[in-house]
């Protein structure tokens, strides 16, 4: 059984995770509007990520016999300048997202919760990856000024993600 404690604080992270979904969606549809449809694609495969990291607490949370309540989430930005402004506010973002994590995992150590401590793990890992993965095509959109012919390129290098679910 999960603490109150520890059950608020995953209430309120699986709300982060679904604004983070909310927030690459309206970064997708930006981008689609630009002509950017690489760039769009690389946002709906991050959409897809951030619901599975809801999900991923969703079913933590039921499992520990803690409850999820839904609550209202934010309204994200709408309005972007550039994909490198974009690129800028998503590498922020995941920064800030980590800094959650480690908050919760700090929360679970006080708690000494170890199954929690487990499963958090995977987040901490996790958004080690998100950062680089936005730091890295931040600092490619830098490389090329953040238009032109190298703009039309990683484009189409971005066109060819795809989401695949991890396998725990
Ligand atoms: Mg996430």
């Not at 809801?54 to 309540?69: D, H, S, T």
Request: aromatic share 10%; glycine share 4%.
């Amino acid at each position: 059984m999960i603490s109150k404690k520890l059950e608020q604080a995953i209430n309120e992270q699986i709300n982060k995770e679904l604004f983070s979904e909310y927030l690459y969606l309206s970064m997708a549809s930006y981008c689609s509007s630009i002509g950017l449809d690489g760039f769009e694609n690389f946002f709906l495969v991050q959409v897809e990520e951030e619901r599975f990291h809801a999900m991923k607490m969703y079913k933590f949370l039921n499992e520990r016999g803690g409850r999820v309540i839904m609550k209202a989430i934010d309204q994200p930005e709408t309005q972007f300048e550039s994909a490198l402004q974009v690129l800028e506010k998503t590498y922020e973002h995941e920064q800030y997202v980590s800094k959650l994590i480690n908050e919760l995992m700090d929360l679970a150590i006080a708690e000494n919760d170890h199954a929690a401590k487990s499963f958090l793990n995977w987040f901490v890992d996790e958004q080690v990856e998100e950062e680089a993965s936005m730091e890295n095509i931040l600092n490619k959109l830098k490389l090329i000024g953040g238009e032109g012919n190298g703009l039309l390129m990683l484009d189409k290098e971005l066109a060819a993600r795809v989401f695949t679910p991890p396998v725990k």
